[in-house]
């Protein structure tokens, strides 16, 4: 289970590469076997298409069933929204596959290095998406979020099914964050088009953001340093 | 501002691994030195100690300011906890210098990498280092995050000072999270002596973990497979 990072080849770890290099054949969603093949050009690759998770991980395991040596690849981490968790399901108590997992750099890492250090102190992570999440539990975790003064990384904030998440998402916050609370989103991180705003919590709940953006929240304490959004770590003055 | 993840090498990314090749001198805690001087033994290096992050930075933007290009390493990811933050506060509105944030691998993805996937579903990250932050703040964090049935990592549970400091959140945890929460620690991820650990909630609290140690307590529906802490994605049956 190999996280490739964001997309840039050079985001990957030298494990990750290290890994791939060695694998007999890699399977992953089409868009990120993409963003790595031109890299490894001599490997066999398999792709399905998005949302066909289990199938693409019953696939990775029926392969390694055969004795070939599997390299599934995820975006960011392989464990954070990744297929990580969904392999150890299937495999459950069989074991009869060897599993590794490499990690990778998630969205949150990545994105942040981009806006500056929004993430210096303690944080969450949050995906909008509710196909596999009641919408009820995005919710209450948006609220507790809030109430802790967390800084806050939003994960698909929007698609073409969901255009109000994020609205609705920045309206809770705002039941106890500041409107002037600064905020930031990464579209595109570490592909053609990378583009990165900091702007204050009143106005990301207007920002329209897809399904390649990664939103980030400060907390209290976040300020605009030089055009970066930065979370100080501490409260001692420096 | 390079992040060289857990300590290993090859888990540092592809382009923090340039960034140190390219730089004419790296500065940084002499642990975090110590871990990567072999791989780059041509360079320059400066260290202070540790809880001399300020001196740390300072260090850095006067070599910076005499016109050296400098690599500042921080372990995990330098926006985590790292120095990243503190640099631009120090830097201030003056800009006079040009600052990259080269993400790396934070204890977060790279310990869960070790456990399974504990973090595939949204997760928080809270420090229980009370040096730059007061224990009510964290109180409250550990409070909300569990309110919010947040998988937690849990970042410096432990230190001679603050023995006890993660039976306290634990107790706290408790409050809202079952005693059989699947929980688990590693020590000294990506380095010698590397042990992972799973365990309840319950017994987490009495666990001894040192300052090497990367805590992780999953949500309700985290689930022991096959030895691995496995966190689903949702909460739909594969």
Partial sequence: MVGIGPGDYRE????????LNACDVIVG?????????????DK????????????????????????????????????????????????????????????GLTAACSGAARLGAPLTHDFAVISLSDLLTPWET???????????????ALYNPSSVKRRDYLQRACDILLRHAKPETVCGAVRNIGREGEAVEV????????????????????????RVI?????????????
């Fill in 12 to 19: 990957m770890t030298v494990r990750a590469v290290d890994a």
């Fill in 29 to 41: 969603y089409h868009v990120y076997v993409d963003l790595v093949k031109e890299h490894f050009p």
């Fill in 44 to 103: 066999e690759f398999h792709t399905t298409p998005m949302r066909r998770e289990v199938d693409r991980c019953k696939l990775a395991l029926e392969l390694a069933r055969e004795g070939r040596d599997v390299a599934m690849i995820c975006s960011g981490d392989a464990g954070i929204y990744g297929m990580a968790g969904l392999i150890y399901e299937l495999l459950g108590d069989e074991g009869d596959i060897e599993v590794e997992v490499v990690g």
């Fill in 138 to 152: 995005i919710e209450r975790r948006l609220e507790c979020a809030a109430m802790g003064d967390f800084a806050v």
């Fill in 199 to 222: 702007m204050p919590l009143a106005e990301l709940r207007d920002y329209e953001a897809d399904m390649f953006t990664t939103v980030f929240v400060g907390n209290s304490h976040t």
């Fill in 226 to 238: 030089d055009g970066h959004m930065v979370t100080p770590r501490g409260y001692r003055d420096v």
